[in-house]
């Protein structure tokens, strides 16, 4: 008998539900052309059974899939990284002999790392970048290879740095590379489908990195760059990073006297009296915030044995990330100053008994803490190796956590409400790397995701992005520019307890288990002060600005008058400061907004004789009214009380 069996065709589910049949390795651009032509000229890749794929790579067997176009959440990736190919093939062309590191997207960006003769010149990153157009127009199709380790290692003859990574590859891992044009790399992919599809992209900038983050190793050349799909967000977004230059924390810092860094002590700030008043300011909220939600405020030792990290699970996970310090009986780093508040908190707990019409109980704490990040990673305030939390650690049952979320998220929503700030939600699940039975995972994801759909908020899903023993809720925040930070958290914690031996005793009279809560509103004082500074772009409101009025005498014959006036300031809770120096009145004016003071109350002989002042509000430019003093005092306080964000 003879005869052959024809192959049975794909079937394909899409997000609707449908099911579309193709021939057996039928490509996602067949599926999209099978959809509508409309659709196949926007595709960028395809998504088979949730994992992104290359449009033009076949389909093996029966999946759900869906193509991706650019209004799909994964398709900046996609371009960011084939014009990091892009760049990458560009630079080969003027440089030949560059050899290749990594190349990833990145938040807002891509970059490449090269190595190099020389460091890369801005009139360097002008060629390139008019070479990358170049690659553009000729739309060089974006194709992967299967290729085994010989193969690759053929291809890449030349290049250490790749040899390098391909030594590492698993035995059982696939290996690909992908060519545009006459540039190929060592690449999982996916791409775009072709070079045509880069048009809207700019270099930035260009910066020394060590290869593989290790400082021991050669120093590489970073370029970094940024794509978008129109033009008109690429300009934006190019308009807002000559913002972010101008509200650059650092250059303000010192411009209005907040902060600075001696080489003595690296990644440590100095604050000024003036940055010190705003550092009080935002602690003194905070405070209020945790004494209105029932919170204790405790301090606890900034310096533990080694005995502390192993229960809670640093030493063996965190430890190069901790200063160690010398114990003089042992001659061994058996200290380490603390990098977090959490287990001194637990350790406080566990100290004395606790009944369950105690909880929830709460813990803040404002401790100083320490974390060794490496030299090349600091940046102004934003990385230090010294730092302030606000952090907090809530002791409670199981069934107070939907209650004590609630209570929480509206805290800290109102926090960032008082600073002109929005926040995102995010819900972030258990990462490949934690600790805990599966079992302990399910019922606190279970617990923490009741707890938030309660609240009512909108929030969005992050998988894999939880801490290593517990789901969180994390607030993403913007600022005044649209830019995103990582600020406040919302973490539960069903493993301390165990680690740490903590009880409380039930109504039934037995022993049992608290869950915790870690919680941060600001985090870090030092980020959420940089970040403040660049949403404000130094020009606080009242209420946050280290000098409130400047009071301004217009001649030595107003001084009395204008430090009384001062008085009568102070005495109702107003930072003020008296300028009485002998300059020109248009000078000490122009230097108060300099110095973006909120308001200059002016005092002339007219002034002085009627009890009133000449009120200059902040960028109002000459515009000045005239004021009775005690309705200017009772306004300035009312505003203070109010945390008005606007003067």
């Not at 690449?187 to 072709?194: A, E, K, S, W």
């Not at 002590?265 to 009296?273: I, K, M, N, Q, R």
């Amino acid at each position: 008998m003879s005869g052959s069996t024809a192959l049975q065709p794909l079937r394909l589910t899409l997000p609707d539900g449908s099911v579309r049949e193709l021939p057996p390795g039928s490509t996602g651009r067949a599926l999209a052309e099978s959809i509508g032509s409309g659709l196949a000229r926007a595709a960028l890749a395809v998504k088979v059974d949730g994992q992104l794929r290359d449009l033009d790579r076949p389909l093996e067997s029966d999946a759900a899939v869906a193509i991706v176009t650019e209004r799909d959440p994964e398709a900046l990736d996609l371009l960011r990284h084939s014009s990091a190919h892009m760049l990458a093939t560009a630079v080969r062309e003027l440089f030949p002999g560059a050899r290749i590191g990594f190349g990833p997207s990145i938040e807002d960006g891509f970059y490449y790392d090269f190595e190099v003769p020389r460091p890369f010149t801005p009139e360097d990153l002008e060629a390139i970048e008019k070479k990358m157009a170049e690659v553009a127009e000729r739309d060089y199709p974006f194709t992967r290879d299967v290729v085994d380790r010989a193969d690759a290692n053929r291809r890449f003859a030349d290049d250490p740095l790749k040899l390098e990574r391909i030594a590492e590859l698993g035995d059982d891992e696939t290996i690909t590379v992908y060519t545009d044009g006459p540039f190929q790399d060592l690449c999982r992919g996916p791409h775009v489908p072709r070079t045509g599809r880069l048009k809207h992209y700019k270099l930035l900038n260009a910066a020394g990195a060590y290869w593989r983050g290790d400082e021991r190793r050669q120093m590489l050349q970073r370029i970094y760059g940024t794509a978008w799909f129109k033009k008109d967000e690429l300009d934006a977004y190019l308009h807002r990073l000559e913002e972010a230059k101008k509200r650059d924390h650092r250059r303000l810092g010192r411009e209005l006297d907040l902060f600075m860094f001696h080489p003595f002590a690296p990644g440590a700030p100095f604050y000024t009296d003036r940055g010190t008043t705003m550092v009080r300011v935002i602690n003194d909220y905070v405070r209020e915030l945790n004494q209105r939600a029932g919170y204790q405020e405790i301090k606890t030792p900034l310096l533990y044995n080694k005995g502390l990290w192993e229960i809670s699970g640093h030493w063996g996970k965190y430890r190069e990330h901790m200063f160690l310090v010398l114990d003089s009986e042992t001659g061994e780093h058996d200290f380490s100053l603390k990098p977090m508040n959490c287990p001194s908190h637990h350790l406080y707990f566990g100290t004395r008994k606790h009944s369950y019409r105690e909880l929830p109980t709460g813990y803040a704490t404002f401790d100083v803490l320490h974390r060794n990040e490496v030299s090349g990673a600091l940046g102004g305030l934003t990385r230090v190796r010294q730092f302030q939390q606000d952090d907090c650690h809530v002791y409670l049952m199981s069934s107070q956590i939907a209650t004590e979320v609630r209570r929480i998220t509206d805290m800290i929503l109102e926090l960032y409400a008082t600073f002109g700030l929005t926040a995102t939600l995010k819900f972030a699940t258990r990462p490949e790397q934690r600790i805990g039975e599966d079992a302990m995972w399910d019922r606190a994801e279970a617990d923490l995701r009741a707890a938030l759909e309660a609240t009512g908020k909108p929030y969005e899903l992050k998988p894999g992005d939880g801490a290593f023993y517990g789901p969180k809720i994390d607030f993403d925040v913007s600022d005044s520019i649209g830019r995103k930070w990582q600020l406040g958290t919302i973490q539960l914690d069903y493993a301390a307890a165990d680690r740490f031996d903590l009880t409380y005793v039930g109504e039934d009279n037995t022993e049992h288990r608290p869950v915790i809560i870690h919680r941060a509103m600001a985090g870090s004082f030092e980020r959420f002060m940089a970040i403040l500074i660049e949403h404000f772009a130094g020009a606080f409101p009242l209420w946050l600005a280290p000098e409130q009025v400047r009071v301004i005498p217009i001649s030595d014959g107003q001084t009395d008058a204008a430090r009384r006036l001062a008085e009568r300031l102070r005495g109702a809770g107003v930072r003020v400061h008296v300028d009485d120096r002998n300059e020109t009145l248009n000078y000490r004016i122009r230097d108060g907004e300099v110095w973006k003071i909120p308001y200059m109350a002016v005092v002339g002989q007219r002034e002085a004789d009627a009890d009133t002042l000449a009120l200059r509000v902040r960028g109002a430019g000459r515009k000045q009214e005239i004021f009775p003093a005690g309705e200017f005092i009772a306004r300035v306080a009312e505003e203070n009380r109010t945390r008005a964000l606007v003067p």
